[in-house]
């Protein structure tokens, strides 16, 4: 993987389109698109402005050792992620889940509430149907 596709796996695992993830660095949806095409090489400056603005390690998106994201024990929700070897993607949606309002957390919950209840009444029925069978 090079720095170009680096660089695309970061703006999506962040959920960011090209032009969201420019403005945040102070750049252009055009460059963004030529770097994650390998068409340009982001200099110096954009490197430690990604990495600056993403918490993303720097020798991982430099040669992709390591981990996209810098861990700081300092930062409660990170050091849960250290302590539990949790991926980087459950990071993110842990992250993602709690910057949202409490209110969108409440909808959330409440959906995955309805899906354990609908998935128990499904598996009550099937077997219910396989007892009569």
């Known amino acids: ?31 963004i698109t030529r770097y994650e095409r390998n068409n340009r090489n982001p200099s110096p ?31 409660e929700l990170e050091a849960l992620i250290k302590k539990y070897d949790l991926s980087t993607t459950t990071y993110v949606l842990i992250k993602n889940f709690l910057e949202l309002e409490k209110e969108q957390r409440d909808i959330i ?10 998935l128990a009444e499904t598996e009550l029925q099937e077997k219910m149907l396989d007892n009569l069978f």
Do not use: D
């Open 109 to 118: 919950i409440n959906f995955a509430k309805k899906v354990i209840v609908n």
């Open 45 to 75: 400056s954009v490197i430690y402005s990604i990495c600056k603005e993403f918490n993303v390690n720097r020798k991982w998106l430099e040669t992709g050792e390591g981990e996209m994201f810098n861990l700081t024990p300092n930062n």
């Open 1 to 31: 993987m090079n720095i170009g596709e680096r660089i695309r796996k970061v703006r999506r695992e962040l959920c960011l389109t090209q032009t969201q993830f420019a403005n945040r660095i102070g750049s252009m949806q055009n460059t």
